[in-house]
């Protein structure tokens, strides 16, 4: 079982920055693929940014690409695994709810396809004003 806990929401204006964070606890996510989707209201859950652990490719979104970054940090012997998803340059249509999630997608063109995905966190807040 693993346990997502994320971190860093909030509000900003336009053009600012936020960090989220997600740390990761508990057992099978090694070798596994982690990041985040955004859910605004009214719409169905995307795709943001994903790492892969083993060898730290990254993945984003085309929305995001060129404003968002995401590293990881792991831990010496995987008990913790912290992701980090650095967002510059928001927008107002940035706005959603941002999950946390891990999971072992099967082929890379389904990277972004919620259902390929086990764990997810509770979901934290962005909002950004114009």
């Known amino acids: 079982q693993v346990q997502l806990v994320e971190s860093g929401g909030g509000s900003v204006q336009a053009g600012g920055s936020l960090r989220l964070s997600c740390e990761a606890s508990?057992?099978?996510?090694?070798?596994?693929?982690m990041g985040w989707f955004r859910q605004a209201p009214g719409k169905e859950r995307e795709g943001v940014a994903i790492i892969y652990s083993g060898d730290g490719r990254t993945y984003y979104g085309d929305a995001v690409k060129g404003r968002f970054t995401i590293t990881q940090d792991n831990a010496e012997n995987n008990a913790g695994n912290t992701a980090y998803l650095q967002m510059n340059s928001l927008k107002p249509e940035d706005t959603a709810v941002y999950y946390c999630a891990v999971g072992l997608p099967l082929d890379y063109t389904l990277i972004f396809e919620v259902s390929e995905y086990t764990y997810w966190g509770q979901g934290t807040q962005v909002t950004v004003s114009s």
């Open positions: 508990g057992a099978g996510y090694s070798r596994s693929y």
